[in-house]
């Protein structure tokens, strides 16, 4: 019965611990609520979910546990006092886990529609457990120290700076130098979510290690600081803890693992569309129709004679596409509808139109006048093809007198022009053939 009251967070309220738990269900879930206006849900999205979507609400989480730990333990409390025998690391440590449990169980609540769209509208693959482990130890470990904070400063001041300093820290690992902080807390950055990848195992094995070490020390260092600095009592688990987690940062840091490895064998769906093929990673397949009709459009406004080939990048074992092919990311899920090219077929009108016509363009060294020729090519492509708003926004302001006759071409008239410089275009020197 013990036990389960300090589950509950006992001498607390009980209802304390649970509520926090609910409002990190409903963080989860606003965090993720784009997710379910996805064009299909894949297990990769949801899987990243697990830990990706704990920046802002995995902030707010710290700083709760650094209020609820600085009003568990407050400086009229009687374990306030400096010669405490029966406190020390392990009842801040009881109490932290207590708290983590139900913010685990929130987070894991919030994260529930995803996984029901994922059931229904999945095509390929499952929920990744790595994934899991890396979300509940990042839980654990935000939860730990935040708690341990509080109830090492005492005051519910700290609470807001907590949380703003966890913001920082989870956003180191955006820039490729601080990528390794993502092995010792959830929120990683650089996690695709394509399902072609999945967590690297070993990664999250470092981080449960890594979770279980910040965990303890954050403990031991609470314990310190409420025992007044006392080395006696405190000092040796206190540097004992400080100098695994630091030996952890230093592996982090010189071992520089791939966070994500090829999620083998990839599958694939093909399907022949007016000569050419499109084949998209089978978790994609959803969006198959829809770029089957956008190909059979743009090779019908002109982009016959080069276009043969689009390839999902989720597939594909090579990085720069073959002659007449273009390859496609797509994203299921933007973050906003109002952008352009936030639908799938818009994704793939633009992408492939690009590919073909500005391929050789993008090469370092090409001429500024060849390159906007290449555009009014690009732009007119896209128009014929019906996407207009496209066109209009990444087309030229003002095509170049030579480049205007391109803008008044017909489909038919497209395609014979296409047909006769395919080469010209490959290596962007359009302008060449309409001095």
Not at 248 to 263: E, G, H, N, S, Y
Request: with cysteine; proline share 7%.
């Amino acid at each position: 019965m013990n036990r389960l009251r300090l589950l509950f967070g006992w001498p607390g309220p009980l209802w304390v611990f649970p509520a926090a738990g609910a409002l990190l269900a409903i963080g989860s879930f606003l965090a993720t609520r784009d997710v379910l206006g996805s064009d299909y849900v894949t297990w990769s999205t949801v899987a990243t979910s697990w830990h990706e979507s704990l920046w802002i609400p995995g902030s707010l989480l710290t700083g709760v546990a650094a209020a609820l730990g600085a009003t568990y333990f407050p400086r009229a409390s009687p374990v306030a006092a400096a010669l405490r025998p029966r406190v020390d690391s392990g009842l801040f440590l009881v109490h932290g886990l207590a708290l983590a449990v139900w913010l685990c169980l929130g987070h894991a609540l919030g994260l529930v529609p995803i996984h029901l769209a994922a059931a229904r509208q999945a095509t390929a693959g499952a929920l990744a457990i790595q994934d899991v482990v890396v979300g509940l130890a990042g839980v654990t470990t935000l939860a730990v120290i935040g708690f341990c904070v509080g109830a090492a400063v005492r005051h519910w001041v700290i609470a807001p700076a907590v949380a703003l300093l966890a913001f920082a820290v989870m956003g180191l690992p955006h820039e490729p130098i601080f990528m390794p902080i993502g092995l010792l807390l959830p929120v990683r950055q650089w996690t695709p979510s394509s399902p072609r990848f999945e967590t690297n195992p070993a990664t999250a094995v470092f981080a449960l290690v890594a979770s279980i070490a910040i965990c303890l020390l954050a403990a031991s260092l609470a314990s310190w600081a409420a025992s007044r600095g006392s080395v006696r009592r405190q000092g040796r688990p206190t540097l004992t803890w400080l100098a695994v987690l630091g030996a952890l940062t230093a592996i982090a840091f010189v071992w520089r693992p791939a966070l994500t490895v090829v999620d083998r064998p990839v599958p694939r769906v093909c399907q022949q569309v007016d000569g050419a093929e499109v084949c998209l990673h089978v978790a994609n397949q959803p969006a198959m129709a829809g770029t089957v009709e956008v190909v059979a459009r743009l090779r019908a406004a002109g982009l016959a004679p080069m276009l043969h080939q689009v390839t999902d990048v989720a597939v594909s074992e090579h990085d720069t596409p073959g002659t007449g092919e273009a390859l496609v990311s797509l994203d299921p899920s933007p973050r906003d509808r109002r952008f352009l090219a936030a639908t799938i077929p818009d994704q793939v009108a633009l992408q492939v139109s690009e590919a073909i016509t500005l391929g050789g363009c993008l090469q370092p060294g090409q001429a500024t006048k060849n390159y906007d020729t290449a555009t009014v090519l690009y732009a007119r492509v896209l128009q014929l093809a019906g996407f207009e708003d496209l066109a209009g926004a990444f087309g030229p302001a003002e095509p170049s007198p030579e480049a205007r006759e391109l803008t008044a071409m017909s489909a038919e008239q497209l395609g014979a022009f296409v047909q006769v410089n395919q080469e010209l275009i490959r290596s962007c020197r359009l302008s060449a053939a309409l001095r």
